[in-house]
């Protein structure tokens, strides 16, 4: 089977964000549900690594849409790797159904690595915006995250353990939404 890196969805990023939400209301996930339960019931494995020089550095290995491994490193933190867990489902969503369109009839596995080289392609390069689009839309959504802010006087370490995300994607996330104050 031949391996491919994933492929842009070329969507905006409201409409990325806009789908992951849209998303986690049909398959009934809500902020702070358990990410090692969804990835079962989607026919996946999470697996920890060593993701140090000389080990291999997939994240995500796709062989079918109900069929994949994620990887995650075996030395982050618990709200890191929810993180990177929602980042794959971003790349599993998003980018292997173009992946499978592209090849046709021809069987394909597609592999999202962990650290892209530094001559990585301009597609590549989107694939991981939209992934990280993906991700926060998915694990904080704007709705409940902007009530969140409003009861919490913006306060990213309140926010942050509401939602079991750190304080950085918290901040990442208000910004995104044009949330004042949200840089401090």
Known sequence: MTVVPPMPCRASKAVIQEA???????????????????????GGQIRFRDFSPGHQRESIHVRSAKDFDLFL????????????IGHELGHLL????VVRRAAGDTPVEMVATRYLPEDASDDVRRCEW???????????????FIQAWHQ?????????????????????????????SAAA
């Open 20 to 42: 992951a939400e849209k998303y986690a209301g049909k398959i009934n996930f809500l902020p702070g549900d358990d990410l090692f339960k969804l990835v079962r019931r989607l």
């Open 73 to 84: 490193p075996d030395d982050t933190s618990p709200l890191r790797d929810r993180f990177t």
């Open 94 to 97: 998003l980018h292997y159904p």
């Open 130 to 144: 939209e992934a990280n689009w993906f991700a926060a839309a998915f694990l904080m959504p704007a709705g409940p």
């Open 152 to 180: 919490t006087g913006g306060d990213p370490a309140d926010i942050a353990s509401r939602f079991f995300m750190s304080v950085e994607a918290v901040r990442t996330r208000a910004r995104s939404l044009s949330l004042e």
